[in-house]
């Protein structure tokens, strides 16, 4: 099983991206797709996931309004579009993947994890 993640890069405030993560070796039926973050110094923290049938999406009070997590279940892709961007989204962003639609801001209880791709956000 892998997740790829990509469409990181360097911005300034204000800007936008958009990220998005593959996954392969398995059928990802009934599994939800989630993001995290982690910064230097900081530990790993959760910013948005999104059930398999895309009708229960959750978000980070820190990036409500601003990015929005969604899934292509036909490519086993799911993105996160990030707008108005801070410095303090400044983080290495990872995908993950879990059974199920619970517990979904909690990173023990996901199985499988992308390599992540680096955020970097300019004043």
């Known amino acids: 099983v892998q997740l790829q993640a990509s469409g990181g890069g360097l911005v300034q405030a204000g800007d936008s991206l958009r990220l998005s993560c593959a996954a392969s070796g398995r059928t990802f039926k009934d599994y939800a797709m989630g993001w995290f973050r982690q910064a230097p110094g900081k530990v790993r923290a959760f910013v948005a996931a999104?059930?398999?049938?895309?009708?229960?999406?959750n978000y980070a009070d820190s990036v409500k309004g601003r990015f929005t997590i969604s899934r292509d279940n036909a490519k086993n892709t799911v993105y996160l579009q990030m707008n108005s961007l801070k410095p303090e989204d400044t983080a290495v962003y990872y995908c993950?993947?879990?059974?199920?639609?619970?517990?979904?801001?909690?990173?023990?209880?996901?199985?499988?994890w992308g390599q992540g791709t680096q955020v970097t956000v300019s004043s």
């Open positions: 999104i059930a398999w049938s895309a009708d229960n999406a």
């Open positions: 993950a993947s879990k059974y199920g639609s619970g517990f979904l801001s909690v990173p023990s209880k996901y199985e499988y």
